[in-house]
């Protein structure tokens, strides 16, 4: 079941937003010196051509929070995994914040991207049109039903020219391109990943503790995005910088960029029982591909 506020008839010509919606659009603020060497930087062009498709697949929300409420069984699911501290708690990275974060933390068109606790899957979405191979991973369904819808709107207007012209031309989508996934963090298989965004404010410690012992399993040299230092928690992790960003709930809210240092010692064993997203079925998984 789709988000009803989603689902509306795909134009036929090209995607056009109301003069009134464009005042959403707020340029990524590309200056100062990069955490990483080398990540996307799109031209204003390009952003507006990004802000053109992304704010029609989300009903005019580009930079607007789709606010969905949280079943009683949702809750019940964000205690399992771990969460005492309100991860139920719905809030937003700006589009333009999530693009200053990919280029500060030196995001590459064709790297493997995940963002979990995706909520609606919205900068899953950006981080495919920069073009990274990109999952978005979320526990609540009606956040995920909602991606799911946006994904499908997404999907009509991939047809060669709508989303890449001229000087607004955006980067190359990889060959596997986009997929969103019902589940949780600590059952799909994020392992492979390049980069990793986690909008982790609202975890409860224990949560954090956990993911980040998971998380060492990931390839050395992989870079991970969250609010809280993990390198207090698991000191395969190192610091390599903090950008701020704008959000749904605070103008400079403060993310750090970690690398993967190290990885566990050969005489570990490794996790068991995860899944990968290749191999859930289309009741959880829909793929742009």
């Not at 959403?24 to 204003?44: E, N």
């Not at 064709?110 to 526990?139: C, H, N, P």
């Not at 969250?226 to 749904?248: K, N, W």
Request: aromatic share 8%; charged share 25%.
């Amino acid at each position: 079941m789709g988000s009803p506020e989603l689902d509306k008839a795909v134009p036929s010509n090209d995607v056009i937003v109301p003069a009134k919606d464009r005042e959403d659009l707020v340029l990524a603020d590309y200056g100062g010196v990069p955490i990483c060497s080398g990540g996307v930087k799109l031209s204003a062009g390009a952003q507006a051509k990004l802000f053109e498709i992304v704010s029609y697949v989300y009903g005019h929300r580009y930079s607007r929070v789709l606010h969905l409420e949280t079943s009683d069984e949702d809750k019940a699911a964000f205690a399992a995994d771990g969460s005492t501290n309100g991860a139920d708690t719905y809030g937003e990275l700006s589009p333009q914040g999530f693009l200053k974060i990919m280029f500060q933390a030196g995001a590459k068109p064709g790297q493997r991207f995940y963002d979990l606790g995706a909520g609606v899957g919205k900068l899953a979405t950006l981080a495919w049109m920069l073009g990274l191979r990109s999952t978005g991973i979320e526990l609540a369904t009606l956040r995920w039903q909602a991606a799911r819808a946006a994904l499908g709107k997404l999907e009509q207007l991939t047809a060669p020219g709508k989303l890449a012209s001229g000087e607004s031309r955006l980067p190359e989508r990889v060959t596997r391109g986009l997929d969103q996934i019902h589940g949780s963090i600590f059952e799909v298989d994020f392992l492979d990943a390049d980069i990793i965004f986690l909008s982790s404010v609202m975890f409860a410690p224990k949560m954090v503790e956990n993911f980040a012992e998971l998380a060492r399993w990931m390839k050395p040299g992989s870079k991970l995005i969250c609010y809280q230092r993990l390198d207090e928690v698991v000191p395969d992790f190192r610091v390599l910088g903090e950008c701020s960003a704008a959000s749904s709930w605070n103008e400079t809210s403060m993310w750090v960029v970690h690398e993967l240092a190290c990885g566990p010692l050969e005489t570990e064993q490794p996790p068991a029982g995860l899944r990968k997203a290749e191999d859930l079925d289309s009741a959880r998984r829909i793929c742009l591909c």
